[in-house]
């Protein structure tokens, strides 16, 4: 006797129909995709908790006191071991100088006799008006944002620099005049 | 008893312990000195079976191999247990730091001893890390098959040297505070994610970081200064992470010394 086979029973293979993907692969890349994704998020939000919202170190901005506390043509270091900060007065002018060397972060000192700053841990000396002349800095000490409030102090923010080499030495914002 | 008697005494005992099932379940195998048991031992110890049970002769060879990348290894070891005994006194917080490592140096007892040790195995590592390269450089050994494993060595030494660098700090002194204020200073210099770095305005602009607030260096310092912050970072730095990475890569670069053919020998 013979037996037909119905239709839907026999084994024809489907003609390869052309994939971008298998169904092997798609689950392979999302399951990648899903795995990177999440340690990507994890390290980047890694990254950002390494950066904290508050910091607790001292405010940049600080209080110098009266521009006449400050004798014309004189170095102040007054300022310089609370806040790294030398305040000059010449001819009605007044600027703040950061006492961090450019070479590699030390604190020069200021050499009254000899008129230049000078940096005890590879020899880098500096003008008074802070341009290098000798050693391994190799540009001139930063200035920093100097104003009067409403009752005439000086008011000196150490997050705002002005760099001589950008030309910023002549922003009003870097001196007062009195 | 005489002494002969008690020699058979003693060979009764150790034979009654090492035929015990609690010994045979830790030591499979026994030390009857034939090739085989020889290389049974090594196999099946984890502990020992990081070493290839079999090694050519060159391979222990001192002239040869100086036994630089050994003894790194054990200086590294000795590193780590010194350093977790110093961890018992030291604090990471500025107020106690100072003092604590004062307090090891000279109240603690031995730990003076315990410091220096750490210190000194420290030097050797970074001396040992170069002269192993130089080794490694001078027979040639960076050739293929071992190209890769040049690389990992690579990787080694700066963990080796960022260890150096951030154990520096954890005395928290006027030298470490200033070496480490000079040396994150550098990294303001990063390329696009120092904020003194070549094209630090370019990224500020695009992505408005970048600022001695947010760039490489306060990533490091944990602020815009080197202050507390910076010694409890670098400490774990120095005590968890970089000491794990570096063991990894151990892990690799001794697997990969055995599977590129063992130690290099002679040309």
């Known amino acids: ?178 | 008893m005489n002494l002969i008697q008690l020699k058979a005494k003693y060979e009764e005992i150790r034979k009654t312990i090492v035929d015990s099932y609690v010994w045979k379940s830790m030591f499979r195998h026994g030390y009857k000195d034939t090739p085989r048991n020889r290389v049974l031992m090594t196999a099946s110890n984890v502990f020992l079976h990081l070493h290839p049970s079999k090694m050519r002769r060159h391979g222990i060879k001192v002239s040869y191999t100086w036994c630089a990348g050994g003894l790194t290894f054990l200086f590294f070891l000795v590193l780590t247990v010194t350093g977790v005994i110093l961890m018992f006194y030291y604090r990471p917080v500025a107020e106690y730091a100072f003092v604590d490592m004062k307090y090891l140096q000279f109240d603690v007892p031995f730990g003076m001893v315990m410091r220096n040790m750490h210190r000194w195995a420290a030097h050797g590592m970074v001396i040992l890390v170069m002269l192993h390269m130089f080794r490694v450089f001078m027979t040639g050994s960076y050739k293929p098959p071992r190209e890769f494993n040049w690389v990992v060595g690579v990787l080694l030494l700066v963990l080796t040297f960022l260890l150096s660098f951030t154990g520096y700090l954890l005395p928290w002194d006027q030298l470490s505070i200033w070496a480490v204020t000079v040396g994150t200073n550098m990294a303001r210099a990063t390329p696009l994610m120092g904020h003194e770095g070549p094209f630090a305005e370019q990224m500020r602009e695009l992505t408005g970081l970048i600022t001695p607030r947010y760039d490489a260096r306060s990533f490091l310092t944990a602020g815009t200064v080197v202050a507390a912050p910076t010694l409890l970072r670098f400490y774990v730095l120095h005590c968890i992470f970089i000491p794990i990475a570096a063991a990894v890569l151990m892990i690799v670069h001794f697997w990969r010394v055995r599977k590129d053919g063992g130690i290099s020998g002679p040309l």
């Not at chain 1, 037909?4 to 129909?17: D, G, R, V, Y």
């Not at chain 1, 298998?22 to 998020?41: D, Q, V």
């Open chain 1, 1 to 178: 006797m013979e037996t037909t086979i119905p239709e839907s029973k026999t084994l024809t293979k489907k003609p390869a129909e052309a994939n971008l993907w298998t169904r092997r692969e798609f689950f392979g890349f999302a399951g990648w995709g899903a795995f990177l994704s999440a340690i990507g998020l994890g390290l980047l939000a890694f990254v950002r908790f390494m950066f904290p919202r508050v910091l607790f170190e001292p405010s940049p901005v600080f209080n110098a006191g009266k521009p006449s506390d400050y004798t014309d043509g004189e170095v102040s270091e007054k300022f310089k071991e609370e806040q790294r900060v030398w305040i000059e007065r010449e001819g009605g002018k007044i600027i703040a100088i950061q006492a961090i060397c450019t070479h590699l972060g030390c604190t020069p000192r200021w050499l009254s006799l000899e008129g230049k700053f000078k940096c005890p841990c590879h020899g880098s000396g500096f003008r008074k008006d802070g341009i290098n002349f000798e050693g391994p800095a190799p540009r001139p000490l930063e200035r920093l944002a100097v104003r009067l409030d409403d009752e005439g102090n000086l008011i000196i923010d150490k997050s705002k620099k002005f760099l001589y080499e950008k030309g910023e030495w002549d922003d009003p914002e870097s001196f007062v005049t009195l």
